[in-house]
Every structure is written in C-alpha cells, then in structure tokens.
C-alpha cells in the first residue's frame, strides 16, 4: 500500500484543519492506519488510529477531545479532523499502515507501521 498524506498548513491558534491520507495499492480497510507527528528537535510522536476491521479508533491524551480520525471506504482514505489547534501541534503530520492483527487495535508503536507516507506540515502561529 502507499500513502501520501495531505491538508497541512498554517493555521492560528484555536483553529482547525483536516489532513488526509490517500492510499493505492490496497483497501485503506485492510489496515490499521496511524497517524504520527514530528516537531523540529524533538522525537516521533503518536497521535491517533483507526483499526481496519472494526474501525475502532484510539488518541493520544494531548490530543484526545481535539482530533478525530474517519476512514471513507469509497475514497479509500483516512482524514484527520483537528480543532482548537495550539501552537505545540505544530509538527510533520505522517500516516501510516500497520498490519492488522486479529483481536486487536491498532497500536501506536511506529516500527509496527510498514508503510508511511510522506509528511506535511502543520504550523499552528498567530
């Protein structure tokens, strides 16, 4: 499957964006699918997932109440809603792919993610 994330910008504190991520080559469903961030100097950092099967989806606590992730099937493709955007959101947005494992959600541990898409930026400034 390849991935190729889109939607980043600059956008002012309290904000809002919406990210997707496109994917050919294989059933966005057939995935779990991930999205992480980077900010400048500082390590990977989950966000939030959907699981492909069920399409459970799970946050990070700095996110959780903020972003939502959704998958349309038809489009193949996993968009992430964020709100009430703060300056520490600032990062490279990336999603990703991760096998699905029968009976469990999708994880938020980066290496078991096969397949990443290239970043985009997200600058939350006023």
């Known amino acids: 499957v390849q991935l190729q994330a889109s939607g980043g910008g600059l956008v002012q504190p309290g904000g809002s964006l919406r990210l997707s991520c496109s994917a050919s080559?294989?059933?966005?469903?057939?995935?779990?699918i991930g999205w992480f961030r980077q900010a400048p100097g500082k390590e990977r950092e989950w966000v939030s997932c959907?699981?492909?099967?069920?399409?459970?989806?799970r946050y990070a606590d700095s996110v959780k109440g903020r972003f939502t992730v959704s998958r349309d099937s038809a489009e193949n493709t996993v968009s992430l809603q964020m709100t009430s955007l703060e300056p520490e959101d600032t990062a490279v947005y990336y999603c990703?792919?991760?096998?699905?494992?029968?009976?469990?959600?999708?994880?938020?541990?980066?290496?078991?993610?096969?397949?990443w898409g290239q970043g985009t930026q997200v600058t939350v400034s006023s």
């Open positions: 990703a792919a991760e096998p699905v494992r029968s009976g469990w959600s999708c994880s938020s541990y980066g290496p078991r993610h096969d397949h």
């Open positions: 959907i699981t492909g099967p069920s399409g459970s989806t």
């Open positions: 080559g294989a059933n966005v469903d057939s995935y779990n």
